[in-house]
T-cell receptor
Framework: GAVVSQHPSWVICKSGTSVKIECRSL??????MFWYRQFPKQSLMLMAT?????????EQGVEKDKFLINHASLTLSTLTVTSAHPEDSSFYIC???????????FGQGTRLTVV | AQSVTQLDSHVSVSEGTPVLLRCNYS??????LFWYVQHPNKGLQLLLK??????LVKGINGFEAEFKKSETSFHLTKPSAHMSDAAEYFC????????????FGSGTRLQVQP
């Protein structure tokens, strides 16, 4: 099956710094990528949807200036958490879809801890 | 609009007994439905998917699910639980066509007792 690689798998950063998370589709071209956030013992909440070459669409309540999403190519999307705070600590997961296919392929997730 | 309701937040079974994880959905569009499994601090793994073909879908690790349009349900079953099945399970819906994101249920934590 299709593989989505997410990096890093975990990161600890200081409050006020920025962290970049990468999501790559290794063996297919992802026309659409999604970023989700998951708090402990909760479901995945969609943060934003990005289509290659266009600006990301953010869900209500998600600050686009804080969570910068770039989808520069059909195989790479990045999420940058700017000026991170402890409340941004969470599990972030990306997923990718191919045009015409309803299935989404998920990265392994990134555990972000802001101290 | 679309939504998913997982009726049980927590299910506990004994090893070797059947598993039933319940899921109801609503969708304005013809839906695709999925079950994903997540082990602690891991990403999601697709168990099975329904995309308008056969209503009884067989997945990996002995799991299967039946799409029942009249009941708007997509319950996940397995005849005999294994200890390694202990994990979080998510029922997911997305429109059959288009680029929309997946909508996740709240999840069901499956415990398997020895």
């Amino acid at each position: 099956g299709a593989v989505v690689s997410q990096h890093p798998s975990w990161v600890i950063c200081k409050s006020g710094t920025s962290v970049k998370i990468e999501c790559r589709s290794l063996d297919f071209q992802a026309t659409t990528m999604f970023w989700y956030r998951q708090f402990p013992k909760q479901s995945l909440m969609l943060m934003a949807t990005s289509n290659e070459g266009s600006k990301a669409t953010y869900e209500q309540g998600v600050e686009k200036d804080k969570f910068l999403i770039n989808h520069a190519s059909l195989t790479l999307s990045t999420l940058t958490v700017t000026s991170a705070h402890p409340e941004d600590s969470s599990f972030y997961i990306c997923s990718a879809k191919v045009r015409g296919n309803t299935e989404a392929f998920f990265g392994q997730g990134t555990r972000l801890t802001v101290v | 609009a679309q939504s998913v309701t997982q009726l049980d937040s927590h299910v506990s079974v004994s090893e070797g007994t059947p598993v039933l994880l319940r899921c109801n959905y609503s969708s304005s569009y013809s839906p695709s439905l999925f079950w994903y499994v997540q082990h602690p601090n891991k990403g999601l793994q697709l168990l099975l998917k329904y995309t308008s073909a056969a209503t009884l879908v067989k997945g990996i690790n002995g799991f299967e699910a039946e799409f029942k349009k009249s009941e708007t349900s997509f319950h996940l079953t397995k005849p005999s639980a294994h200890m390694s099945d202990a994990a979080e399970y998510f029922c997911v819906v997305t429109p059959l066509m288009g680029r929309r994101a997946l909508t996740f249920g709240s999840g069901t934590r499956l415990q398997v007792q020895p």
